[in-house]
């Protein structure tokens, strides 16, 4: 019984003063974790929350840079019903929205099929490197390239229209056209990024699923749409979440190559505050278009999380 209790006292010992030393342990893995994850949470509060904050509050205020900013309420928001220019910038941009969201992963899943189709490694890299590299060029290199191709006189696109017996077109200065020619310039600038996407994630479709569709008779539009696109929902979902959020920012490319106009044919709602931040320094009022923008983007992409549940498919 003596002995019995000695070694009970002593597994209790050891377990007391193991408990304060794994205790320890843990602490100090804590404090290593914290200490790699703070660089990001400093950033993040310096160059995103930061920022975000003053910009909700400037848009309570009328600010000029010049004399400090004066609270004056909702007024900046009650302007945004009765800016006629508002509703135009906020049309082109949906535009672009939703042409992006079709035209880039359209053509992308297409591209993205038929580079994972079966053929030498050499070939499958040059078109990947084809299709990919404009993705590597800054948005402004590309929009300079695109606007020199689109001039209506000395651009090449218009010389082969008319070598095939067409008619130059105005691709920058046309109401018409000019939106149409910042579409085309975003479509071909971003649809290799997620053609990779794609084709990462067909790479993963099993083929056990494909050849039991083949055996069970269905045809390859079949087996393409009933076992191919479920299987790949997830890529799809995430191409589709980061063009809207990409395509609401547009701005750069309509810069070089209309400038927003003619008029405001081709002007985005980014361009439209950046206008009213640093040409007419209407910063309160500029704050109020931003902190709109955000809120838009915020309730589309939460919408876009919640549809999600009825078509992407989770292994």
Known sequence: ?????????????????????????????????????????????????????????????????????????????IRLFTDSRLGVVYFNTIVYVVAAVVLINALALF??????????????????????????????????????????????????????????????????QSRFSVIIVDVWRNVGFAM??????????PKE???AAQIDGAGPFARFFRVTLPMISQAMFFNITITVIGAFQIYESIIVLT?????????SVVMYIAEKAFSDFQLGYASAISVTLFLIVLVVTLIQFRVRRAWVHFE
């Open 1 to 77: 019984m003596a002995d019995h209790a000695v070694t009970v006292t002593s597994d209790t010992r050891r377990a007391g003063r193991v408990r304060p030393a794994r205790s320890g342990m843990r602490r100090k893995e804590a404090i290593v974790g914290y200490l790699f994850v703070a660089p990001s949470i400093l950033g993040f509060a310096i160059f995103v929350l930061g920022p975000l904050i003053a910009v909700v509050w400037f848009s309570f205020t009328t600010f000029d840079v010049i004399s400090p900013p004066k609270f004056v309420g909702l007024a900046n928001y």
């Open 111 to 176: 591209f993205a099929v038929l580079v994972n189709q079966r053929m030498p490694k050499a070939l499958t890299y040059v078109f990947r490197s084809a299709y990919f590299f404009p993705s590597l060029v800054a948005l402004v290199y590309v929009a300079i390239i695109w606007q020199a191709l689109f001039q209506k006189d000395t651009g090449i696109v218009n010389y082969y229209l008319q070598a095939v017996g067409g008619q130059p077109v105005n691709w920058l200065n046309s109401d018409s």
């Open 196 to 205: 990779l996407i794609y084709v990462a994630a067909l790479q993963e479709v």
């Open 209 to 211: 699923l494909e050849e």
């Open 259 to 267: 400038n927003g106009g003619p008029g405001d044919s081709t002007r």
